[in-house]
């Protein structure tokens, strides 16, 4: 695979550190509020990351941490009166909800910055010892002075973000670049004991002390939106770096934004749509179906007309894949006939183009482009009859694809919840029963949910109303 390393400017082979395993570290939300649509970018594209390294036979373990404790979580507490605790554990849970509605698998690993103290305080003191980092009446600062290489993944030295930066004075630092690792406690905010006096930490140390304490000190992929590369990640670097000795990652890998009105998605700028809100009215896998129709690090426009044309296609496939499904059950022909077998090989060039795209620095957006593709070719193909075999056949190339993407899985699952099935049954018995008007009653209520029955010579086959 070839990844574009943002460290570099470049696409490089991607060539682990231990063969045949990926260690991998993306940055997490801070909880204190529901994520918006441009948050889940980097959660959708980096999951499909995950999810082909793992096709590709790699075993890959992903971390990504919570931050729990920060200004914003602290001022959500404060305003509602209530404590951080409550206020970070909540949404959690709210993240996990759209997380999970939007296809993200959990990380192997999900640290939460408040359990990992040991870890950021030894991290600090090893700083501290080696001269990198001071203490301060109002906490412990990293002094980028003292890394020679600060600035190396944002390609900035400390001189032209002096010219190029409005520069705050503040006496207790050294210099205006050096940022707190340890932040002494203030009145009514939440601390920790300290060998600096109690506090709480720093956001760019909890993610350097979480990625060292899981995956060690240097790690294979380390990812998040572009907007951390300065100073987020470039202060975990120079802060890994200069207490291990040993690079922090070898590939860093950055996302693109996602705008509206060609304005970055921001909570700051309030033009935002949380994921909850646009999920209600598109459906979450449509949301994840437009985030991969571009490569992750081109700009994405969020419009309403961009979701409804992703909300169609899905239901495109969404339609092919149920009658291939149905077809696999009910085609009266069990065998593939002569003129299908060649189909079979066209189906495996797919595949090998599919993967092939998103060996090149994960292009969804081509490996999109051949799904739809293989969609379009196998709704010819299987038009007027298949077999059931070539039916299992184009079902299973079209799970291939759909599996790495992170596609069509919540829906099954809730179709089966929904009872669709059941309902069929409770319908074909009420009909075998001459009760006409029960069966009626049961087609008209998974009308309104949007499924429509057909009648054929195999039996009731449902599909989904096309939009
Ligand atoms: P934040 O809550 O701002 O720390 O963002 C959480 C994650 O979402 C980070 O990886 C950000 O880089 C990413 N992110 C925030 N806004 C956008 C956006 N408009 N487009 C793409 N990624 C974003
Ligand atoms: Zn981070």
């Not at 770096?241 to 990652?249: I, M, Q, S, V």
Request: proline share 4%; aromatic share 8%; charged share 25%.
């Amino acid at each position: 695979m070839n990844i574009y390393n943002t460290l570099t400017r470049r696409k490089e082979a991607f060539v682990p550190l231990t063969p045949g395993r990926v260690l991998m570290y993306c940055c997490g939300p801070t909880v204190y509020n529901r994520i918006h649509v441009g948050n889940a970018r980097p959660l959708i594209v980096f999951d499909v990351l995950r999810r082909h390294l793992e096709k590709q036979g790699y075993r890959v373990t992903f971390v990504q941490n919570f931050t729990d404790i920060d200004d914003k979580v602290i001022g959500k507490a404060l305003a509602e009166g209530v404590s951080y605790e409550e206020v970070a554990a909540r949404y959690i849970e709210e993240y996990k909800t759209d997380a999970r509605g939007l296809g993200v698998r959990d990380p192997d690993i999900a640290p939460r910055a408040t359990d990992s103290m040991d870890a950021i305080l030894a991290l600090i003191g090893r700083l501290v010892e080696k001269g990198h980092a001071y203490r301060a009446p109002d906490g412990v600062y990293f002094r980028v002075g003292s890394f020679p290489k600060y600035g190396k993944l944002s390609r900035q030295s400390l001189d032209t973000l002096a010219v190029g930066a409005r520069v705050e004075v503040d006496e207790s630092k050294e210099s205006p670049f050096d940022f707190a690792l340890w932040k002494a406690a203030k009145p009514e905010e939440p601390s920790w004991p300290s060998p600096w006096g109690p506090g709480r930490p720093g956001w760019h140390i909890e993610c350097s002390a979480m990625s060292a304490a899981h995956l060690g000190e240097t790690i294979d992929i380390h990812c998040g939106g572009q907007d951390l590369i300065f100073p987020h990640h470039e202060n975990e670097i120079a802060q890994s770096e200069a207490a291990h000795g040993a690079p922090l990652a070898r590939y860093w890998m950055h996302n693109g934004f996602l705008s509206i009105d060609n304005k970055k998605m921001s909570k700051s700028q309030g033009n935002f749509f949380t994921v909850r809100d646009a999920a209600a009215v598109y459906g979450y896998e449509t949301i994840r179906l437009f985030m991969l129709s571009a490569h992750y690090r081109n700009p994405l426009n969020y419009s309403a007309e961009s979701l409804e044309q992703n909300r169609a296609a899905l239901t495109r496939l969404r339609t092919t894949n149920d009658r291939l499904v149905f077809l696999e059950g009910h085609a009266d022909a069990e065998t593939m006939a002569p003129e299908e077998a060649g189909f079979a090989a066209l189906l495996k060039e797919y595949a090998d183009r599919f993967t092939r795209a998103l060996d090149d620095d994960l292009n969804t957006a081509d490996a999109v482009g051949v799904l739809f593709e293989a969609v379009r070719e196998i709704n010819v193909r299987t038009a007027g009859s298949a077999s059931r075999a070539l039916a299992a056949l184009c079902a299973g190339a079209l799970r291939e694809m759909t599996g790495v993407l992170g596609l069509l899985e919540a829906e099954e699952e809730a179709l089966l919840d929904d009872g669709v099935e059941e309902m069929i049954r409770a319908r074909q018995s009420a009909r075998a029963a001459r009760n006409f008007a029960e069966a009626d009653r049961i087609r008209d209520e998974l009308r309104a949910r949007g499924i429509l029955l057909e009648d054929t010579p195999q039996g009731v086959r449902w599909k989904r109303e096309t939009v």
